[in-house]
């Protein structure tokens, strides 16, 4: 039996069954956990996956930060457990006051579904531990509001902090506005919690974890998550 | 029975599409006058649109079956065998007269109605895909209008969360006035999980779930019946608004109820609303039911019945449930939160009976209903002019460009040029099954657990269908045919959207009927039924009607799913083989429209038995990973082919083609390099494999030919033209991109 890995379902989510296969495919037993229910179901590892949660109406993951379960994935965080936000679960996040920032509608004022390159900042996550500081990772974006703000003073301190997970960058690992799909600024496609055990990206890892579907790089971070947890 | 009976002005019924012929006929069948909802009910359901008056007699040639077939037309949509378990299940609908008035809206909610036809039969829905039509993109209304028609569809299938994988777009100055939107929706189920819309039992609850009742869309079905005007503009209510996230919410709960054991039959409620939804659930199970209009959850106050049966409000569906487990089924959709309500019963009476505050408000038989609308059998005539313009020979024409002009002029053309703008808002991946997406000839999505899977794709030819509908409706089958062999499929079956003007015009009427006839032709010789369907006619603005555009979507099987090139080059080295006819022709191609602004002379040759066996070498030769690329002629010819094959390796080519023999006509080569006849394929090969390649050509008895090899920086056809591969790849890339941008700035 593998380890549990919880995925958030909200009325909205729709990469709830491709987050599933990717945790199986890394070796993991997925687990759905339903919005309105406070209930983990032993999860060692949780990931709130992408969609539209409640319609992102008022805005992107606004109402979901207030589900029942989302007080139990903050206490899982809390305690140090691995949270991993994708997107929409990225956007949550952000609003449930996990990670800092927000996510802006992307610069081009239009939907972007696209394959993109990551250069990976820091292993300082259970989701980059191994991967290799500077590789470039080849995973796909689909969003609407993707561009990643913060304030000056807070970006300082997270780039400082090195809680800068990922960054949009060339295929050789360059950085430039060519390579930002979003116009987040810093180029940042994923950033870490303090403790470095939430990460939330923008683009999906889910979709990266077989050559059949382009490319097998998204795969790395579930397995990296996997291991830790394995070996702890 | 109240309200009263009356008798409708001449206004009156025109505003309900009906004619006094009709009115008198529903007078005849009903033995009395109906009241006013009567009457909208029955104009409702006697329109074209929902009654296919006018097509109906026509569409009876096509042939439906086969061993793969589960369920043909007349349902919401057509299901092939996939093996196993598991069912297809797919259909294409237009949404034009709406996205013509209210671009986001109208395309948002075509894809809401072809997704709601899917997983009305207990499919979830694993693609979609679209066919366009626009005027010229050098008109800002027109670009406006395209912008905003891409965003809806993207609105829509982004939110649900199901990938647009595949489609077509066209501009064309024909359709300023009539944009086309087609939207195609394929899904899987389980075969134990199959749905009917079908309502059974007499005394079983009825049940309406999803949204809430609204004014929206009042008489979208006799609109879409009837020609736009310039006042179309003040029909905007007639319009719906999508709301996708509802959808997706009705989606899940749908599906978790296929296969319950207490769902009896299921329906979504489309044009015509309830009154469509009801009446063919009952009349499918040979019942009658009866609604309490009181019960249904309205969006505001005062509504009349009259506006509740005709109510075209989004994201709803009709159910019905076996009585006493009502409560099984409401609790899924209370658990996605959504609003489920009992609004009447299955009766014995093959009738729909309306009650409101106690009374009943209306009763209409369902013979009359349903089946009472008088077909329509409109005189046709083929116009002398489509005479004439087949009589001209485009070869003999001067060109108006030379070669190496004409060529690049194709490339950068918004119809062969990159269609990244359009499908980069799109999400073409989500539910991880995408292996070849838009952009390509067919799109490929693996079946998981399987190493099977399957190929899709979406095809018209308005050009060829102008000169000779027939042909020009083969013409399209056979796209869709190669486009899947480029993929290594064998086709399954299609479905198709007729869209068309103004049938009681003599003309469009004739090219409707020559279309059907292609179209059943080319389906019998190629051997692909013609599952689910959808004709939209009364495409004309103020008279001004839209070509005959038939579209065609084709689902194939791929036997083993692999990552392939696809259409790119991929090795220096490589041999480039040609597959099918040879010949000059340049009538109805995407160059002399560009150069003369009309198409004229014979349409593109076909020859059905030949396309068949060049489809089945190509599908065999790209199945069995023999070809490392393989792309279909079509829209441009061959040179077009070539240099997208080019572009997309970023690699050139140089290939040989026969040079004219003595007294050739003066446009020889522009009909050798862009003439479009049906069945050409290019393919590389690995001149390892080359002996493989011949030898399926040869037992397939597809004609081929090597004509030249990959590499080099230039797109050359030797001795003739040669381009620099950089100038294709740019015109290629900013052929949307270009006017696009300017739009925004």
């Not at chain 1, 899982?76 to 929409?88: K, Y």
């Not at chain 2, 310039?230 to 709301?243: F, I, K, L, Y």
């Not at chain 2, 290939?655 to 049906?678: D, H, I, K, Q, Y």
Request: with cysteine; hydrophobic share 40%.
């Amino acid at each position: 039996m593998g380890l549990r890995c919880g995925i958030a379902v909200f009325p909205g989510t729709w990469s709830e069954r491709d987050c599933a296969h990717a945790v199986e495919l890394a070796g993991g037993e997925p687990v759905m956990l339903w919005h309105a229910e406070r209930d983990l179901k032993g999860s060692d590892l949780v990931i709130l996956p992408g969609g539209f949660a409640h319609g992102d109406y008022l805005r992107a993951g606004a109402i979901a930060r207030f589900a029942p379960l989302m007080a139990a994935v903050e206490g899982h965080a809390a305690a140090g457990g691995p949270v991993l936000g994708i997107c929409n679960g990225f956007q949550i996040l952000c609003e449930a006051g996990l990670l800092p920032g927000a996510l802006l509608r992307n610069s081009c004022l239009q939907f972007r579904c696209q394959s993109t390159h990551l250069r990976v900042e820091t292993d300082a996550s259970p989701f980059l531990s191994g991967l290799g500081v500077g590789r470039v990772l080849e995973i796909p974006i689909s969003h609407g509001e993707g561009r990643y703000y913060a304030p000056p003073e807070q970006l300082a301190q997270l780039e400082a902090a090195g809680r800068v997970a990922l960054r949009y960058c060339g295929p050789g690992g360059e950085l430039g506005d060519a390579h930002n799909p979003n116009g987040s600024l810093h180029h940042i496609a994923g950033v870490l919690n303090a403790a470095g055990n939430v990460l939330g990206m923008m683009p999906h890892p889910e979709r990266a974890c077989e050559p059949l579907l382009g490319s097998a790089d998204g795969l790395p971070l579930f397995q990296a998550a996997l291991r830790q947890l394995a070996r702890a | 029975m109240s309200p009263a009976p009356l008798t409708p002005t001449a206004s009156e019924l025109r505003e309900l599409a009906l004619t006094e012929a009709e009115y008198r006929r529903a007078l005849d069948l009903l033995g009395r006058a109906p009241n006013r909802l009567e009457l909208g009910m029955l104009g409702a359901l006697w329109s074209e649109h929902c009654s296919y008056k006018t097509s109906r007699p026509l569409l009876s040639r096509l042939g439906s079956t086969g061993p793969q077939v589960v369920v043909g037309p007349g349902e919401n949509a057509g299901v092939v065998d996939l093996g196993g378990d598991l069912l297809c299940c797919f259909k294409i609908e237009s949404h034009n007269h709406p996205s013509a008035i209210e671009p986001v809206q109208g395309a948002a909610t075509g894809v809401g109605g072809i997704l709601r036809d899917v997983f009305a039969m207990g499919a979830r829905p694993v693609a979609i895909l679209d066919a366009l039509r626009f005027g010229d993109l050098g008109d800002a209304s027109q670009r406006h209008r395209f912008a905003k028609v891409v965003e809806g569809v993207g609105f829509y299938g982004n939110c649900v969360g199901v990938p647009t994988v595949g489609g077509e777009t066209y501009f064309d100055p024909a359709y300023a006035g009539n944009c086309l939107v087609n939207a195609m929706c394929v899904g899987l189920a389980r075969r134990d999980q199959l749905l009917h819309a079908v309502a059974r039992g007499v005394g079983n609850p009825v049940l309406l779930v999803g949204a809430d009742t609204g004014r929206d869309g009042i008489h979208g079905a006799t609109f879409a019946s009837v020609q736009l005007d310039e006042q179309a503009e003040g029909r905007r209510p007639a319009v719906q608004v999508g709301n996708p996230f509802l959808e997706k919410c009705l989606l899940e709960a749908c599906l978790e109820l296929a296969g319950h054991p207490a769902v009896i039959g299921l329906q979504d409620c489309g044009a015509a609303g309830l009154t469509s939804s009801c009446a063919e659930m009952a009349q499918r199970g040979g019942v009658g039911i009866a609604l309490d209009l009181d019960k249904v959850a309205r969006r505001e106050s005062g509504m009349t019945p009259y506006e509740v049966m005709l109510s075209e409000s989004q994201e709803r569906m009709v159910l019905v449930v076996e009585r006493g487990r009502e409560s099984e089924v409401r609790a899924v959709f209370d658990r996605w939160e959504l609003r489920s309500d009992v609004i009447g019963k299955v009766i014995a009476d093959p009738e729909l009976r309306l009650s409101s505050a106690g009374e009943e408000v209306a009763r209409l038989p369902l013979e009359v209903l349903v089946d009472g609308f008088m077909p329509r059998h409109p005189p046709r005539s083929r116009p002398a002019e489509v005479a004439a313009r087949l009589e001209a020979d485009p070869l003999a024409l001067e060109p108006r460009w030379p070669l190496e002009e004409s060529w690049l002029r194709l490339l950068a053309s918004p119809n062969c040029g990159d269609t990244a703008w359009i499908y980069r808002q799109y999400d073409h991946q989500v539910g991880d099954d995408t292996v070849a997406g838009p952009g390509g000839d067919a799109a490929v999505l693996r079946l998981r657990g399987r190493p099977d899977g399957l190929a899709l794709t979406v095809d018209g030819a308005h050009r060829s269908a102008v000169l000779d509908p027939r042909r020009g409706t083969q013409l399209a089958v056979a796209e869709a045919l190669r486009n899947l062999a480029c993929a290594g499929a064998e086709p399954l079956a299609l479905t198709n959207c007729l869209n068309f003007g103004d049938p009681d015009q003599e003309e469009v009427m004739w090219q409707l009927d020559e279309a059907v006839a292609g179209l059943a032709e080319a389906a019998r010789e190629l051997g692909v039924p013609v599952v689910s369907g959808n004709v939209s006619l009364y495409n004309d603005l103020s008279g001004a009607g839209i070509p005959p555009t038939p579209v065609v979507g084709m689902v194939g099987r791929v036997e083993q799913v692999r990552r392939s090139p696809g259409a790119a080059f991929s090795r220096s080295g490589d041999l480039v083989y040609l597959l099918g006819p040879e010949g000059a022709e340049l009538g109805g191609s995407e160059l002399q429209r560009l150069a003369q602004g009309e198409v004229l002379g014979p349409p593109p040759a076909l020859d059905l038995g030949l396309e068949l066996r060049v489809a089945r070498a190509v599908a065999a030769a790209v199945g069995g990973a023999i070809a490392r690329s393989a792309h279909d002629s079509s829209l441009g010819g061959r040179a077009v082919t070539l240099a997208e094959s080019c572009v997309a390796g970023g690699l050139g080519a140089e290939v040989e083609l026969p040079s004219p023999g003595p007294g050739s006509p003066r446009g020889w080569w522009w009909g050798v390099l862009f003439g479009e006849t049906s069945g050409r394929y290019l393919l590389s090969v690995d001149p390892g494999s080359e002996a493989e390649l011949v030898g399926i050509c040869r037992r397939e008895g597809a004609p081929h030919r090597l004509v030249g090899t990959v590499g080099g920086e230039a797109i050359s056809i030797r001795g003739v033209v040669s381009i620099p591969l950089a100038a294709a790849a740019a015109a290629r890339a900013g052929s949307l991109e270009g006017p696009m941008a300017a739009a925004l700035t």
